[in-house]
């Protein structure tokens, strides 16, 4: 098993352009999620599919938006990317967001930079 | 506001002794704990985690300490082994919510 896969791994971006980052996971999980990691920040949840469907909003969700495409794939989409956006993305998946004791899958992460 | 805290950036540890890391928490309602290891490059790993109807975990070299009349809580992990080094993240959750997750502690142990 594959895990949790994130594509790309790197990408620089100019103001203004727009771009999608990809998310699988291959453990027939049901709720998927995308955090950013600043420095000194932490993890902070940008949006997260409770399961195929479904989407929510999470602590950060400005100027992002995300797809289910379905069970296995959660993709995360800026339109217009601006400077504050440079980050690294994690996408994690978890068996059901239902239950706060689950334990989340992440992904390796995309360093995000925008210029 | 943050809800989880940990208020040490960073910390430096002899190999074989003991590494401690501490979290506090603000929202009482938290009953689920848990803490993430991130190595630079690669996404977080859960490591341990403790019900707020404990007050201690163990888990080979890693326990976790419950204190909720203080809101706190602590990991440690003995001896403390230079593969060890990695940004250690403490969440805490409520029921069936998402997690909320501290901004990290670095751990360096030094040879």
């Known amino acids: 098993n594959a895990g949790v896969t994130q594509t790309p791994k790197f990408q620089v971006l100019k103001t203004g352009q727009s771009m999608t980052l990809q998310c699988a996971q291959d453990?027939?999980?049901?709720?998927m999620y995308w955090y950013r990691q600043d420095p000194g920040m932490g993890l902070r949840l940008i949006y997260y599919?409770?399961?195929?469907?479904?989407?929510d909003k999470g602590e950060v969700p400005n100027g992002y938006n995300v797809s289910r495409l379905n069970k296995r794939e959660f993709s995360l989409r800026l339109e217009s990317a601006a400077p504050s956006q440079t980050s690294v993305y994690f996408c994690a998946s978890s068996v059901d967001r239902g239950r706060g004791t689950d334990t989340q899958y992440f992904g390796p992460g995309t360093r995000l930079t925008v210029l | 506001d943050q809800q989880v805290k940990q208020n040490s950036p960073s910390l430096s540890v002899q190999e074989g002794r003991i590494s401690i890391l501490n979290c506090d928490y603000t929202?009482?309602?938290?009953?689920?704990f848990l803490w993430y290891k991130k190595y630079p490059a690669e996404g977080p790993t859960f490591l341990i985690s403790?019900?707020?109807?404990?007050d201690k975990n163990e888990d080979g070299r890693f326990t976790v300490f419950l204190n909720k009349s203080a809101k706190h809580l602590s990991l440690h992990i003995v001896p403390s082994q230079p593969g060890d080094s990695a940004v250690y993240f403490c969440?805490?959750?409520?029921?069936?919510?998402?997690?909320?997750f501290g901004r990290g502690t670095s751990l360096i142990v030094h040879p």
């Open positions: 453990m027939n999980h049901n709720s």
């Open positions: 929202n009482s309602m938290f009953d689920y």
């Open positions: 969440a805490a959750s409520k029921g069936s919510y998402i997690p909320t």
């Open positions: 599919s409770a399961s195929e469907g479904t989407t």
């Open positions: 403790i019900s707020s109807i404990k």
